[in-house]
């Protein structure tokens, strides 16, 4: 069975300041893509990021980047230049099989303070 | 850009009555989900659905949950009788491959 772990329940940074969000997952599939969600008050959930387990490279978007490391089966998302409205859960999620079967992490409560 | 909608946006009702939750997917996907997230709590799997047929289900999608696409467009997820512990919000999703697209939810709250 996938698992995803999200071992910070909740982090503050400040604004303009960069933080890192820690995800770990395990799985037997070689073939699998990986997700960052983010969730603010309004409870839309929203996709910040995703990442192709046969790519290398990490991915990137705009202020949002992530550190894949497949062999530790390890994906950190990194958000640089904090904004306030960056303020959300943020989830790790995983899948295989074409996008079914997904499996989300427990959450990470990010706050960025003014 | 299409987007997935879900209607009501929150829904009220007694314990042991039905509802029926509504979704219309983005018109290209094949494939269709059910989440839910109980307040405080990690997005759980419900039921994905696939030519006209559920092809995986969660422990928590039991006999009182059925899923139905009625037409070409809306993805329905119905609660036969409604516990405590269903209150909720319920995504629907939808996705051509991979990443999936989430409508904004419908808050479930049983009396």
């Known amino acids: 069975a996938q698992t995803v772990t999200q071992s910070q329940p909740e982090m503050s940074v400040q604004e303009a300041e960069t933080v890192t969000l820690s995800c770990t997952y395990d799985?037997?599939?070689?073939?699998?893509?990986l997700f960052w969600y983010k969730q603010p008050p309004s409870r839309q959930m929203i996709l910040v990021i995703r990442q192709e387990a046969y790519k290398q490279q990490n991915a990137t978007e705009n202020r949002f980047s992530v550190n894949f490391q497949k062999a530790a089966k390890s994906f950190s998302l990194k958000i640089s230049d904090s904004q306030l409205g960056d303020t959300a859960m943020y989830f790790c999620?995983?899948?295989?099989?074409?996008?079914?079967?997904?499996?989300f992490g427990p959450g990470t409560r990010l706050s960025v303070l003014p | 850009e299409p987007e997935v909608t879900q209607t009501p946006s929150h829904q009220v009702t007694q314990m042991g009555q039905e509802v029926i939750l509504r979704c219309v997917p983005i018109?290209?996907?094949?494939?269709f989900y059910w989440y839910r997230q109980i307040l405080g709590q990690k997005v759980e799997f419900l039921v994905s659905?696939?030519?006209?047929?559920?092809?995986?289900k969660s422990e928590i999608f039991d006999d009182q949950f059925s899923v139905e696409r009625p037409d070409g467009s809306n993805f329905t997820l119905k609660i036969r009788s409604t516990k405590l512990e269903d209150s909720a919000m319920y995504f629907c999703?939808?996705?051509?491959?991979?990443?999936?697209?989430f409508g904004p939810g419908t808050r479930l709250t049983v009396l």
């Open positions: 659905f696939y030519n006209n047929e559920i092809s995986e």
């Open positions: 799985t037997s599939e070689n073939n699998y893509y």
């Open positions: 999703a939808s996705n051509p491959m991979a990443e999936q697209f």
């Open positions: 018109s290209n996907h094949l494939y």
């Open positions: 999620a995983f899948t295989y099989n074409y996008g079914q079967n997904f499996v």
